[in-house]
C-alpha cells in the first residue's frame, strides 16, 4: 500500500514540498526554493547545497549581493572548481554593483585564472561544458558587466552581443547550460541607457525562445511607450500580470544588473 494511502493500517506523511515553509522573507527565496528542490531530489543538505555552482547564479539571478559575498570560497578550488569558478563570478558581479568597480576586477583575473587552463571536458553539465560553452558566456557577461559600471558601453554592448552568440550556439540541454539568457542582460542595460527600440528587439527574440517568461515580459514592458506600441502594451500587461500571479517575488527588471530598474520598479505605463 502506497505511504500516501488513505487505508486504516497506513498514516499519510507530509510531502517534502509541505514539510518545509515557504521562507517568510521573499530575499531568502532562492534559498527556499533550492532547499525544497533537494530534499525532493535526494535530501541534501544546505551544505550540500551552498556547494553546488548553481547557487552563486541563482543570487546573482535575484541581485542579492552581500548573501553572494557572504559564500565561503572552498578551500580546494581545483577539487570545487566549477563552484569557486561561479563564486568568482558572481562575486565580480557583486563588486561591481556596489561601486566597487576595482574588486570586481580583481576577482575578474581570479575567475580567469581558473577558466583559462581548464581543460574541455573536465567539467560538464549534460549536453554542454564549463570550458566550452558556460564559462566563456560567463566570462563575456562579467566584461560586459564591469566595462558597463566603468562607462564604457559600447564595450559592454560588444561584450554581450559575444555572450548572445555563444549562448546561441551551446547545444540543447533542460535547463540551459547556462541560467540567466544574456538577451536579458544585454536588454535590461540598453534600456536603462534608453535605448529602448534596441533593447525591445531584444526582449521580443527572448520571448521568442522562452515565451511568457516574466524577466523578458517586465522588461519589455519598460520600453513600450508612445501610441504606436499601445496595441502591443496591452499584450505584454496580461502576459504579465499571469506571470507575475505564480511568481515568489515582485521582479522589476530582467536582470539585477540594471540597478535603478532592480530598485525603483516600472516606469509608469503612457497614458
Not at 189 to 200: D, N, S
Amino acid at each position: 500500500m502506497s505511504r500516501l494511502s488513505r487505508g486504516p493500517s497506513s498514516t499519510r506523511r507530509a510531502s517534502p514540498r509541505t514539510r518545509c515553509c515557504r521562507p517568510s522573507s521573499s530575499r531568502t527565496w532562492p534559498h527556499g526554493r533550492w532547499w525544497r528542490r533537494s530534499r525532493r531530489l535526494g535530501g541534501a543538505s544546505r551544505g550540500d547545497l551552498k556547494r553546488r555552482p548553481s547557487l552563486a547564479q541563482v543570487l546573482v539571478r535575484f541581485g542579492l549581493w552581500e548573501e553572494l559575498l557572504s559564500l565561503p570560497l572552498p578551500e580546494d578550488a581545483q577539487l570545487y572548481l566549477s563552484r569557486t569558478l561561479f563564486l568568482r563570478f558572481g562575486r565580480a558581479l557583486a563588486f561591481g554593483a556596489k561601486g566597487d568597480v576595482a574588486a570586481g576586477r580583481a576577482e575578474q583575473a581570479a575567475f580567469a585564472a581558473l577558466l583559462t587552463p581548464m581543460e574541455p571536458d573536465t567539467r560538464r553539465k549534460h549536453n554542454t561544458t564549463v570550458a566550452e560553452h558556460s564559462g566563456p558566456i560567463a566570462a563575456a557577461v562579467l566584461e560586459a558587466e564591469l566595462s558597463y559600471r566603468e562607462g564604457r558601453h559600447e564595450a559592454s554592448w560588444a561584450a554581450l552581443a559575444d555572450a548572445v552568440a555563444r549562448y546561441d550556439a551551446m547545444p540543447y540541454d533542460e535547463p540551459a547550460g547556462y541560467l540567466m539568457p544574456p538577451r536579458q542582460t544585454y536588454a535590461a542595460l540598453l534600456a536603462e541607457q534608453g535605448r529602448l527600440e534596441r533593447a525591445a528587439r531584444l526582449y521580443e527574440e527572448d520571448l521568442g525562445t522562452f515565451p511568457k517568461n516574466v524577466w523578458s515580459l517586465a522588461g519589455l514592458r519598460l520600453c513600450l511607450a508612445g501610441e504606436a506600441h499601445a496595441p502591443r502594451l496591452r499584450e505584454v500587461e496580461a502576459a504579465l500580470a499571469a506571470a507575475e500571479a505564480a511568481a515568489d517575488v515582485e521582479v522589476r527588471a530582467s536582470c539585477a544588473c540594471a540597478l535603478e530598474s532592480w530598485g525603483s520598479g516600472r516606469r509608469p505605463a503612457p497614458e
